[in-house]
């Protein structure tokens, strides 16, 4: 590994603009920014944080929907040897105050309002419980009291000579903490991996992997704060002189619109990202130049969809990856089979090891027997911010990361990603992974998103229970669903009850929540072992 290269995340604007200067690299409503105009920009913004007091290690938070403002300061933060916090924009108060407090961060950047989303009444609730806060920047007009604007951070950076900024830049070890990403929270409160600028060489893999060149265009709805498209849009476009059409939020219409008129060839997303494409395309279609597409594939709820995105789309690349690993551990290339691509979820990349492991005794499983995936690789985290024990618990002394997710290994090397283990159940001794069930389900008109848990059974142990999130007026009930399933799944597999709701718990990443299901199924199914 140490034959490649180190490249640091503040160094892509600068050494893009040099070999791309002039050709055209981000667009936003009616904006658009050369390579050379970025790198710019980019500077504008470094120089400003330090004119702010931004120190080398100090941990800067970004808390805004995808805008340029949001690009030009995670290359900012890393230019200067600061560590970029993105923060979800689906975070709350309670969510957001927590996130900023555990990662120690000292500057913080906000919109003050997105649609309905009032974000500044949100900082000031939250204030109290932020003491190492020193700077807080405020996009727009509604700023809490004490709060610098935009306009003001950017002022600040005249006084401030573009030698310091070339010398902080030069003064980064690539092997420094880069970036603090929070995890989902699926399952506990969110914990912060800590990566370094490793991830740029996984990016640049994947840009060859996937030929892409300058003639390229990325659509970037994917929210910026998660490493999906902090990655495989932002810095893949900056690495290859490529461009990305920047979206403030994902509407599938507006960027198939988008993708007619400024030729986009690259989609990225996962399979409720392609499903809207899909219906948008079909009701209304465009003329696309889509060349290929990545769409997290494997668990079973997904092949239907990666089928027909296929056909209606492109040829489309599987990928896994976690918070702690970063994106796309594991990848498929697209002149792998449809099989391969759209029913498995990857096949190791360059000085990736992986192992499947039986989870109540660590054993070596052998290929395509379902277990718990671990992996080893430059990516790997360098650990939870502030939190040794939950870093030792999941990063073993030998350098495995265990992901807690199910999965096997083929023959053929590829991975198949199934779940995570945590909701994987045992009905009657044999094994059920709810995401069959799910996809099954999925497949009757009418069916938005269904998850399936758990109930306690004296008998079998436990038996699946599916909440289902219908279209209202569908006309699909219990029967209706259970009946899809009958002669399709095991028997043991047909969930003995059937809650129709009209949302599903979620986590600000968009998962569903389903720690919360478990424990609402026993208060409305009421508790076996306390009846």
């Known amino acids: 590994m140490d034959a490649w290269r180190p490249r640091r995340i503040g160094d892509l604007p600068a050494e893009a603009a040099q070999r791309w200067g002039d050709r055209e690299a981000l667009v936003f409503g009616g904006r658009r920014w050369t390579h050379g105009e970025v790198a710019v920009e980019v500077d504008r913004v470094a120089k400003g944080l330090v004119g702010l007091g931004v120190e080398p290690g100090d941990k800067v938070g970004i808390w805004m929907t995808n805008r340029p403002e949001w690009l030009f300061l995670m290359y900012a933060i890393s230019r200067v040897g600061a560590v970029i916090v993105p923060l979800n924009t689906r975070y709350r108060a309670e969510d957001v105050a927590y996130a900023v407090d555990w990662a120690d961060v000292s500057t913080l950047v906000v919109n003050d309002r997105s649609g309905p989303v009032d974000y500044s009444a949100m900082v000031r609730e939250a204030l109290p419980h932020w003491p190492k806060l020193s700077r807080l ?33 030069a003064d980064v070890d690539p092997g420094a903490p880069a970036i603090i990403i929070y995890t989902s929270g699926t399952t506990s409160a969110p914990k912060g991996a800590v990566h370094s600028h490793a991830v740029v060489r996984s990016v640049g893999e994947r840009a060859q992997m996937h030929g892409v060149t300058v003639a390229d265009v990325h659509a970037g709805y994917l929210p910026l704060f998660h490493a999906f498209g902090f990655t495989e849009v932002a810095l893949m476009s900056t690495m290859t002189g490529s461009r990305q059409v920047l979206f403030e939020a994902f509407d599938a219409n507006e960027v198939l619109d988008a993708a007619e008129a400024e030729g986009i060839t690259m989609f990225h997303g996962f399979d409720t990202h392609w499903s809207d494409f899909i219906r948008a395309q079909q009701a209304r279609p465009r003329q696309l130049r889509l060349r290929m597409g990545t769409l997290a594939a494997g668990m079973q709820s997904s092949t239907p969809v990666a089928y027909k995105a296929n056909e209606v789309f492109c040829p489309t690349v599987s990928g896994w990856g976690m918070s702690e690993v970063w994106t796309a551990l594991v990848v498929s290339h697209v002149t792998a089979t449809p099989e391969q691509r759209l029913e498995a979820s990857g096949y190791p990349m360059l000085d990736v090891e992986l192992r499947v492991v039986d989870p109540a005794t660590g054993a070596d499983l052998p290929p395509d027997t379902p277990g718990e995936l671990l992996s080893r690789s430059y990516t790997t985290m360098l650990g939870y911010y502030n939190d040794p024990v939950a870093t030792a618990a999941t990063i073993d002394t030998e350098g495995w990361l265990h992901s807690g997710d199910l999965a096997r290994l083929r023959p053929d090397g590829h991975v198949v990603f199934m779940g995570r283990l945590k909701d994987m159940l045992k009905v009657g001794g044999e094994n059920v992974a709810p995401a069959e069930v799910e996809g099954r389900l999925r497949e009757l008109d009418g069916v938005v ?49 059937v809650r129709l709701v009209a949302e599903l718990p979620m986590t600000p990443t968009g998962k569903v929540r389903k720690v919360e299901l478990r424990a609402r199924v026993l208060e409305e199914l009421g508790d076996p072992g306390h009846g």
């Open 137 to 169: 920047v405020v996009l727009g007009e509604d700023r809490p009291e004490g709060a610098l604007s935009w306009e003001d951070l950017l002022a600040a950076g005249s006084r401030v000579e573009d030698a310091t900024v070339v010398a902080r830049a």
């Open 449 to 497: 998103d269904v998850a399936v848990v758990g109930y306690p059974d004296p008998r079998l142990g436990e038996v699946p229970v599916a909440y289902v999130l219908v279209e209202p007026g569908a006309g699909v009930d219990d029967e209706a669903l259970l009946e899809h399933l009958r002669g399709r799944v095991a028997s043991f597999k047909i969930p003995r009850h």
